[in-house]
């Protein structure tokens, strides 16, 4: 099912780097920009993640929560925070329960070959924890920015 703006997110409760857990609830009153990615540590990802810790302190001035979901276990998780200076939160979904409920967890075809796999895609969420904007099938250049301009922009 499609993410539509105005609707209430998907309620989540996901382990995450640092020991900590990340729910929906907890920042619930700040806005939050939620990137769901395929894998740590690969080159699209890398460049994704670099480009929204660059924009942190302008995402903390809009009062904006970044956090990064992707099924890799917590564990890679925290090495590629590390390895990359990361400093936003990354949550674990290794069940793909929250990935699912979010739909982007789809059929992915490289090179003739089908395989399940995470969609890039970026969701804005509002104070009140409806959803603000979508981004699906996110291209890395230039995102970072776009969403920042749209979190800016909500209030």
């Known amino acids: 099912m499609p993410l539509t703006p105005g609707t209430m997110a998907p309620s989540f409760s996901l382990p995450a780097t640092d020991g900590q857990v990340v729910t929906l609830k907890q920042m619930r009153g700040r806005k939050i920009v939620l990137y769901l990615y395929p894998k740590d540590d690969t080159s699209g990802c890398t460049l994704e ?18 956090v990064g979901v992707s099924p890799d276990p ?17 949550a674990s979904d290794e069940a793909k329960t929250m990935l699912e409920a979010y739909g982007v ?5 490289m090179y003739g070959r089908k395989y399940m796999g995470v969609e890039r895609t970026t969701v804005l969420i ?6 603000a904007r979508v981004w699906p099938k996110v291209k890395v250049p230039g995102h970072a920015e776009e969403v920042l301009e749209a979190a800016r922009a909500l209030d």
């Open 49 to 66: 993640a670099q480009n929204f810790q660059a924009l942190r302190q302008d995402f903390a001035a809009a009062d904006t929560e970044i």
């Open 74 to 90: 917590v564990k890679s998780h925290d090495k590629f925070r590390a390895k990359y200076d990361l400093t936003f939160p990354l």
């Open 105 to 109: 967890w789809v059929e992915k075809s």
């Open 126 to 131: 509002d104070r009140e924890g409806r959803i």
